[in-house]
Antibody, heavy 117, light 106 residues
């Protein structure tokens, strides 16, 4: 069974950093691209970033370009999101999702990031 | 960036009724559109991809149609578990974008 489990969320002060993880299981990790999608409280979905199956291609939303970095570790079947210079508007539930031709066919349960002083 | 506009924002219906949700793109996107369902406190679930193809395990009462700029998600007869928020999503280029959502409420 395909499973994605996010971790690493929490409360962080503006300007600080946080790293999210997404542990994958139930599928061949090195065969799939992966995404991060976020959802601010009471708001809609916002795509953040994508990494290809082999890590060679990465794309970012303008809102996080230069501040967030996506990476993956195939030895650990884990996806990461390094978030730097966090802002209040980055407060959201962050989901990792498996790529399906640039749609999202499997989602994790999400991890909440709150940026507040 | 192509903008997706969903309407209506809220759809008030009863179980057993037909639901028709709209998603309009600001320019033609061929058939590169998906629909997702999200219930409170849960992650979204893929329902339809490439405008009209049901994802694995999705009941036949969910159907998608359209191409170009106008797309429709139809739920033929609402079940109690279908009351949720529905999002459309575009995959033609980067950034990937979502519509603002339609809430289907009782």
């Amino acid at each position: 069974q395909v499973h994605l489990v996010e971790s690493g969320g929490g409360v962080v002060q503006p300007g600080r950093s946080l790293r999210l993880s997404c542990a994958a299981s139930g599928f061949t990790f090195t065969s799939f691209g992966l995404h991060w999608v976020r959802q601010a409280p009471g708001k809609g979905l916002e795509w953040m970033t994508f990494i290809s199956y082999d890590g060679t291609n990465k794309y970012y939303a303008d809102s996080v370009k230069g501040r967030f970095t996506i990476s993956r570790d195939s030895s650990k079947n884990t996806l990461f999101l390094q978030m730097n210079t966090l802002r209040a508007e980055d407060t959201a539930v962050y989901y990792c999702a498996r790529d399906f031709s640039y749609y999202f066919d499997t989602w994790g349960q999400g991890t909440l990031v709150t940026v507040s002083s | 960036e192509i903008v997706l506009t969903q309407s209506p924002a809220t759809l008030s219906l009863s179980p057993g009724e037909r639901a028709t949700l709209s998603c309009r793109a600001s320019q033609s996107v061929s058939s590169y559109l998906a629909w997702y369902q999200q219930k409170p406190g849960q992650a979204p679930r893929l329902l339809i991809f490439d405008a009209s193809n049901r994802a694995t395990g999705i009941p036949a009462r969910f159907s998608g149609s359209g191409s170009g700029t106008d797309f429709t998600l139809t739920i033929s007869s609402l079940e109690p578990e279908d009351f949720a928020v529905y999002y459309c999503q575009l995959r033609t280029n980067w950034p990937l974008t979502f519509g603002g959502g339609t809430k289907v409420e009782i």
